[in-house]
């Protein structure tokens, strides 16, 4: 399988060429050639920043359509927390649960639901291996792909638990495959994600060998449809919910925490900002925690790309549909032989690494110096690349060169065309007879022709 499998893509009919999007990946994933954005699939953690700050949508996500559902048997419906606080005024998540089986569902599984049986085996790993903390949280899908190509060495403090949209993707196939005596082929099960980072998840997991979601949807293609089915008859209501606050509370920044039952963690959103708490704690800055989560998107999943509704307000709705609601409603005794532990170890992949050994990367970083050095270090982004060292790596891997800076190739240009100033006016090319002084003359304006054709490109 490919290991950079990804869900965002460029619609190169759509860029421009500007160079927003390099300028927000936080893992500078992203470079602008021959007028058109380039995303290195090496780099990319699916984090959809991009997808966010394009001003001309040419940064998609990539995930299935609805209409996959008339493709198998059986369905069923795997809701995230953070859909349910994209509706207005939602008092019951029966109402929600209920529209997605009348827009063709057969059978809906809460991933809240799997959320409380998730940490209950966190807080049981934590206690068990406390020596060992703090854990990182593994839940969302791009802060785990972050650890594995920058941060090799926190890679043993990932919490080694399957996240909650995959427990209960186990849990749905194995209620449908009773219920209904199908084979596993004949059923689908559709995730409704917040982002696009999950629907990689699903096609090319890590920790797990193969993912038990088959299909991946976007909240917000979802959403209008399920306005046209939803009820607030409560009396028409089948009771589904099966999810407290603990659950439905994952969807927002510290959620998952808060389910742990601990003082002793930290609580990040925001990709930036998860990058800063990874460096100090790779730095061993932080002493007495317990657990640390992250989210890449702001406000956590709530704040995904996928969704329709401002993560903040979208905060404070979960918050207000959960206040009332046991703290939690599944437990683990439900499902005593379900395995929450990964099947296989995520390795560290040096996609950053400049060389094929120490000696030849540390030669090359000397060179990556020596050239930031060179240029002007204003970081405008003109070259295509977000950062002047960013260019000089790319020259370093033979992906650039020292003429894409702007400022360097107008003193390229500036001292050929005094060259050229300086040949016109001597009467035999510089000492050189009349023709070979033409000759040089030639050479250098053709020089320079070539440099302008290539910018021009």
Same mark, same amino acid.
């Given at each position: 399988m490919d290991k950079f499998i990804h869900s965002v893509q460029l619609d190169e009919e759509a860029c421009r060429g500007c160079i927003n999007c390099i300028k927000y990946c936080p893992t500078q994933a992203i470079r602008v050639q021959n007028g058109k954005a380039k995303i290195k699939p090496q780099f990319c953690v699916d984090c959809g920043r991009c997808i966010r700050y394009c001003p001309h949508h040419a940064k998609i996500p990539v995930y299935d359509?609805?209409?996959?559902?008339k493709n198998y048997k059986y369905t069923v419906a795997l809701p995230a927390p953070s859909l349910y606080s994209q509706f207005n005024n939602l008092t019951n998540v029966d109402i929600v649960l209920n529209a997605l089986l009348s827009m063709g569902f057969d059978d809906v599984f809460e991933v809240s639901a799997a959320a409380e049986l998730v940490s209950e085996a966190s807080r049981a790993y934590i206690s068990e291996h406390r020596d060992e903390a703090p854990f990182i949280s593994t839940a969302c899908p791009t802060i785990v792909r972050i650890v594995r190509v920058k941060f090799p060495t926190l890679i043993p403090r990932l919490l080694p638990l399957k996240p909650p949209v995959e427990v209960a993707a186990e849990i749905a196939r194995r209620k449908a495959l009773e219920k209904t005596g199908l084979k596993s082929e004949d059923i689908g099960i559709f995730?409704?994600?917040p982002c696009p980072s999950k629907v990689t998840y699903a096609k090319a997991p890590l920790g797990i060998g193969k993912s038990q979601i088959d299909k991946v949807l976007a909240i917000k293609e979802v959403y209008p449809i399920l306005l046209e089915h939803m009820?607030?008859? %409560?009396?028409?209501?089948k009771p589904l919910a099966a999810s407290g606050?603990?659950?439905?509370?994952?969807?927002?920044a510290g959620g998952e925490s808060a389910g742990l039952i601990t003082d002793n963690y930290l609580a990040c959103d925001g990709i930036m900002s998860a990058l800063r708490v990874l460096s100090d704690l790779e730095d061993e800055k932080f002493h007495g925690l317990k657990f640390v989560e992250l989210n890449a998107c702001n406000g956590g999943c709530v704040g995904g790309p996928l969704t329709v509704e401002n993560p903040y307000v979208a905060t404070a709705k979960s918050k207000k549909l959960h206040r009332y609601l046991p703290v939690a409603q599944t437990h683990g005794e439900s499902y005593p032989d379900l395995d929450y532990q990964w099947s296989a170890y995520v390795e560290y992949e040096p996609v950053f690494r400049l060389g094929q050994s120490?000696?030849?990367?540390? %030669?090359m970083m000397g060179t990556i110096e020596e050239l930031t050095e060179q240029l002007p270090g204003l970081d405008c982004g003109s070259c295509g690349a977000p950062t002047c060292r960013a260019l000089a790596e790319d020259i370093v891997r033979g992906e650039a060169s020292k003429n894409d800076c702007?400022?360097?190739f107008h003193e390229y240009i500036n001292t050929l065309a005094k060259?050229?100033?300086?040949?016109?006016h001597s009467p035999d090319?510089?000492?050189?007879?009349?023709?070979t002084g033409a000759s040089s003359m030639d050479a250098y304006i053709e020089k320079l022709t070539t440099e302008l054709d290539k910018r021009e490109r």
């Open positions: 359509s609805v209409e996959e559902i995730f409704i994600s009820t607030h008859d %409560e009396s028409k209501l606050r603990i659950g439905i509370g994952w969807s927002n120490f000696r030849e990367s540390l %030669e702007i400022y360097l060259e050229i100033a300086y040949l016109s090319g510089d000492g050189e007879s009349g023709e």
